[in-house]
């Protein structure tokens, strides 16, 4: 019977880039000792990953644990909003129940995010969702009864939409009275789990729409600036004038004789 190969310093470094983190630290401690430059090498790099990876689930944990301080052990629903100041589309919100297990592991503010990242991990929220609930408020009802109340009444649907009867609505910024068991935190998308989710959700689901609109409305920048007030997109409007897209009471500023088409 033939003797087993060496493994050789490229096999070891490859393994290591490549391993989960439970295997990369056995890995790591199998080969702190080998002299070979590469293998040393490689067992730094698996070093430094590890720590990352290690805060990363410490920042995460440690935003369910705020969640199930603030929201108690009940049904706790995380409720954000998306497209506030954006001058054409509608104000977007989401709200969603998590379970505590399974993590969903690199929730974040959407903000915080990739694209692509924030594409995943909106379809892994869907996968482990208890609940998902989505509202739109569309521009004319926005300059009808303004911001303030079109967040509140959009941030009550996605709440009822859930189809849930929540213990506790947690809420990103200040007080809005859109539910009557409410807790409000500011920066609350990047410190509680459910609030994270539903910024990822909210987000995701409304850049969708904005680049559906952008084939609606082209000329206007849409699928690019998602609807704010890019410096193409306000040429634009300056040029073709506004559509039924966007927000009269928004435009104000670089808009003179508003009108709709």
Known sequence: MSATRPVTAREVAATLADAPLEEAR??????????????????????????????????????????????????????????????????????????????????????????ARREALAAR?????????????????????????SLRLAMARAVADTGLDPDCVLIDGNPVHAHPAEKCLVK???????????????KVTRDALMVAL?????GYH???????????????????GLSPIHRVSFCGNFVENLTLF
């Not at 869907?126 to 303004?146: F, W």
């Not at 952008?214 to 082209?218: I, K, M, S």
């Open 26 to 115: 056995s890995l790591v401690e199998r080969y702190a000792d080998d002299p070979r430059k590469q293998v040393a090498a490689a067992v730094g790099a698996a070093r430094r990953r590890i720590e990352r990876e290690e805060r990363e689930r410490e920042r995460v944990e440690g935003m369910y644990a705020l969640q199930l301080e603030l929201g108690g052990p009940g049904v706790v629903v995380g409720v954000d909003e998306v497209g506030r100041g954006a001058i054409a589309g509608p104000l977007t919100v989401a709200a969603v129940c998590l379970p505590r297990e399974p993590v969903v592991w690199g929730i974040n503010d959407s903000k915080q995010l990739t694209p």
């Open 125 to 149: 929220i869907a996968e482990v969702a208890v609940a998902v609930g989505i509202a739109h408020v569309e521009p004319a009802s926005i300059d009808a009864v303004g911001m303030a109340a």
């Open 188 to 202: 609350g998308d990047a410190r509680i789990a459910a609030i994270a989710a539903a910024s990822i959700v909210a």
């Open 214 to 218: 952008d084939e609606e409305y082209p």
């Open 222 to 240: 849409l699928a690019e600036c998602k609807g704010y007030g890019s410096a193409e997109h306000i040429a634009a409007i300056r040029e073709k």
